[in-house]
């Protein structure tokens, strides 16, 4: 037993986070910033913060992750880290040549107090930036929030400092994917272009951090939003942004600086989600649902119908990112699948409301929390007062499903023992299909496995 000091009595904690539901805010700015083409993240602080950031990436999307730090030592932690952040700038634009330089920071330059949009200035105003090239920064304080909370304060800095605004607007969607895989932000592009809808994806790490082998290095690989589109955005006609806490605050700032309008909406997992964008592009830019994807919703509800005796009624206990959390609670309520309990680490009052909606009336015996207490300490503490029939989440719960066996489907960030999550989508209807295959495939090997001899089924 690895969590054998786990109780099942749940003890009111007040200042103790236990295996938290999330991590740390630079993570997400620096998965964000890799969706730009030609980006180098930043990471203004220690050696350390950097080598994390990166490893956690790395681990997760099975890629080499490049960012460079500010290295800072002590005289930095005392004086501030500007010489070095000046120093980066010039050595990073002539060793690795990026189009853009994405800065955030870490707990350590923020306690600090450095003012990374001063600095940028200044390096602007000294020359050290090159012409044609860029450098992008946002505030990534790791005491508050989680990664979610660093990728749209990284996406609010693409649209607030690239931006350009025009008068007139053009036929041009935007699309802020949250924080999904590259597979899935490869889907939604399919899904526009069998639409034909014209759109600008920002962040888009397809191609990125799911690039092809080719036998040939390079720096930069060939995915990733580029600086032309970024500074068109500000010309589209609206943005959507899936999934409140990811990318809300991108398409908040493009209103704000561009005039271009925002619908907030949530990630389009499962069937009523991705109808509801689908329906949303479709009304905004007058191009029709073509029967090829009305055929893939078709064969996502004969999937679940066909197997519907394999799911109603299971319990599920879910943990990750809030926007996720959201659309998979939807999506298993609509499959007749129970989630019952559910922990995000992110804070936010607006998710409890979010989830009451969601669960208050389908699966009233659901609990639910988010924020610091919302770790997986708990998490394993309500499955011991009463158990789950499956498991979904990221690969923290391993511990977890191996403790209690339960069969768990690995699902969000990070997944660092499997593979398949950042190639195969679970947005969108064929996305859908894939979570269901994954649920199914759990819960018919542990109906094998558990099956008396003469109820061993060839046929299920
Ligand atoms: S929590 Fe702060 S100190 Fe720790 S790795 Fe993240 S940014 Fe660095």
Same mark, same amino acid.
């Given at each position: 037993m690895l969590l054998r000091h786990t109780t099942a009595e749940v003890a009111d904690r007040k200042a103790l986070t236990i295996n938290p539901a999330k991590t740390c805010q630079p993570v997400g700015a620096m998965y964000a910033a890799l969706g730009i083409h030609g980006c180098m993240p930043h990471s203004h602080g220690s050696q350390g913060c950097c080598a994390y950031h990166r490893s956690a990436l790395t681990r997760h999307y099975k890629e080499p992750v490049m960012a460079a730090t500010s290295s800072f030592t002590e005289g930095s932690s005392v004086f501030g880290g500007q010489a070095n952040l000046l120093q980066a700038f010039n050595n990073i634009f002539t060793?690795?040549?990026?189009?853009v330089i994405a800065v955030h920071t870490t707990c350590l330059s923020e306690t600090i107090g450095d003012d990374v949009k001063q600095i940028a200035k200044k390096a602007l105003d000294e020359g050290k930036i090159p012409e044609g090239k860029l450098v992008l920064h946002c505030a990534t304080?790791?005491?508050?929030?989680?990664h979610v909370t660093g990728f749209s304060n990284m996406c609010a800095a693409m649209a607030d400092q690239m931006a350009e605004d025009a008068e007139v607007k053009n036929s041009t969607v935007n699309i802020?994917?949250?924080?999904?895989e590259p597979g899935d932000m490869r889907e939604i592009k399919r899904l526009m272009k069998a639409m034909k809808v014209t759109n600008i994806m920002f962040p888009d790490t397809s191609d990125v951090?799911?690039?092809?082998?080719?036998g040939h290095h390079q720096f930069?690989?060939?995915?990733g939003v580029t600086l032309n589109e970024l500074r068109d955005s500000?010309?589209?006609c609206k943005t959507f942004s899936l999934g409140t806490w990811a990318s809300k605050a991108a398409g908040e700032a493009l209103w704000k600086k561009c005039r271009v309008p925002f619908e907030e909406m949530s990630l389009p997992i499962g069937i009523k989600a991705t109808d509801r964008f689908l329906s949303a592009v479709s009304k905004e830019t007058s191009c029709p649902v073509p029967q090829s994807i009305t055929d893939e919703r078709g064969r996502l509800v004969d999937m679940i119908c066909d197997m519907q005796q394999y799911l109603a009624g299971k319990r599920v206990a879910l943990w990750g990112d809030p926007d996720q959390l959201l659309a998979l609670t939807e999506f298993l309520v609509d499959m007749d699948?129970?989630?019952v309990y559910v922990v995000s680490g992110t804070p936010g009052k607006l998710w409890m409301k979010k989830m009451e909606e969601l669960?208050? =009336?389908? *699966?009233?015996e659901c609990k639910y929390l988010n924020g610091e207490r919302a770790d997986m300490f708990l998490m394993h503490q309500w499955i011991k007062e009463q158990g789950v029939d499956l498991l979904i989440g990221n690969s923290y719960g391993k511990y977890i499903a191996r403790d209690e066996d339960i069969p768990f489907v690995r699902h969000g960030f990070?997944?660092? =023992?499997? *593979?398949?999550h950042s190639q195969?989508?679970?947005?969108?209807y064929a996305g859908g299909m894939r979570l269901v295959e994954k649920i199914l495939g759990v819960l018919m090997d542990r109906k094998d496995r558990d099956a008396d001899e003469e109820f061993f089924e060839l046929v299920l």
């Open positions: 060793v690795y040549n990026p189009d304080p790791s005491y508050v929030g989680s802020v994917p949250g924080w999904v951090l799911d690039a092809p082998m080719t930069y690989p060939k995915g500000g010309k589209s699948m129970k989630p669960v208050g =009336d389908a *699966v009233p990070p997944i660092y =023992d499997r *593979v398949g195969f989508p679970t947005v969108g």
